[in-house]
């Protein structure tokens, strides 16, 4: 812990973008828990298990 001696002015002079940045983060996350999921969006690949399935056309003639 000795070494992180050194950055701790850093953290002090750049303090306010700091927590600017971890409020903007933890923001960020708190949105991303609160949008709704679409199975239609997802971003895993399709096994063919998906639930829309496109309407079968009838036969012409």
């Known amino acids: 812990m ?3 001696k050194a950055v701790n002015k850093y953290f002090w002079k750049y303090r ?3 927590l600017l940045g971890l409020i903007f983060v933890i923001l960020s996350n708190y ?3 609160l949008t709704p999921r679409s ?3 997802s971003s895993t690949p399709s096994n063919g298990n ?3 399935r496109p309407a079968k056309r009838p036969p012409t003639g």
């Open 31 to 33: 949105f991303r828990i």
């Open 16 to 18: 306010w973008r700091f």
């Open 39 to 41: 199975p239609a969006m």
């Open 2 to 4: 000795k070494h992180l």
């Open 50 to 52: 998906c639930r829309y």
